[in-house]
């Protein structure tokens, strides 16, 4: 006689253990979902609702001078290949007298090469009504060197410290985002252009390093990067 009960009694178990699991693995599939879905519009809030951020992006201005390079030395390797150390500084956005990061590269050859990506804004977003852009540098190569194997200059994803202000203007928690969105411009230059804002390539230039020079990397008037060669002898 218990035996029958006890049987009904393990079916019912399973059928409430096998309901509990599906509910479970349905309520999981829609938390994942709705992040999924608010991790996707919070870079849609940053750009259309965040003020701070707003008026950072807007205060941007014009910028006629963001970097310069210097050659330090030249030698040969064990090899009797060339090897180059250069000084790469960059300047703060909108005080070029104000340096913010200074680093040491050493390249293969006589010959450097300088990735940079353009990220610009639709003139709505700025103060004057005009375009405005940031700069952000992401490697130096020597000319043996493919770019994909080049040293980098920012860790993607992160904030560069020329744009303390604009980082300044977000949350902690709201930083990375923002940061990741902008940076991943470089894979997907139009993911953001329904805001205004978008990516522009073929900005590599290259120069060949001499002793006694200064090569500042300027603006012109159109966003694009050039650079002047200052003899500083």
């Known amino acids: 006689?218990?035996?029958?009960?006890?049987?009904?009694?393990?079916?019912?178990?399973?059928?409430i253990l096998g309901i509990a699991i599906a509910f479970t693995a349905l309520a999981?599939?829609?938390?994942?979902?709705?992040?999924?879905?608010?991790?996707?519009?919070?870079?849609?809030?940053?750009?259309?609702?965040?003020?701070q951020l707003s008026k950072a992006i807007r205060n941007l201005t014009a910028e006629e001078s963001i970097a310069y390079a210097t050659l330090q030395s030249q030698q040969r390797d064990a090899n009797g290949q060339l090897v180059s150390t250069l000084r790469f500084v960059q300047t703060a956005s909108g005080n070029p007298k104000q340096i913010v990061s200074e680093q040491l590269f050493e390249i293969s050859g006589e010959t450097a090469h300088f990735d940079c990506l353009i990220v610009k804004f639709a003139p709505e977003y700025v103060q004057e009504g005009k375009e405005r852009a940031l700069f952000l540098w992401r490697r130096i190569y020597g000319e043996q060197t493919p770019p994909s194997e080049g040293a980098a200059i920012e860790i993607p994803g992160t904030a560069p410290e020329r744009y303390y202000n604009i980082t300044k203007a977000l949350r902690m928690s709201n930083q990375?985002?923002?940061?990741?969105?902008?940076?991943?411009?470089?894979?997907?230059?139009?993911?953001?252009?329904?805001?205004?804002?978008?990516?522009?390539?073929?900005?590599?230039l290259y120069l060949r390093l001499e002793y006694d020079r200064l090569y500042q990397f300027k603006v012109n008037a159109s966003g694009q990067i050039y650079p002047e060669v200052i003899d500083v002898r």
């Open 28 to 51: 999981t599939a829609a938390i994942l979902g709705l992040s999924f879905y608010f991790s996707g519009s919070t870079i849609h809030e940053l750009l259309t609702e965040n003020h």
């Open 176 to 204: 990375s985002l923002f940061w990741e969105a902008i940076w991943n411009l470089a894979n997907d230059p139009d993911a953001l252009s329904q805001y205004g804002v978008h990516a522009v390539f073929g900005n590599a």
């Open 1 to 15: 006689m218990n035996c029958p009960v006890n049987g009904a009694m393990q079916r019912t178990s399973g059928k």
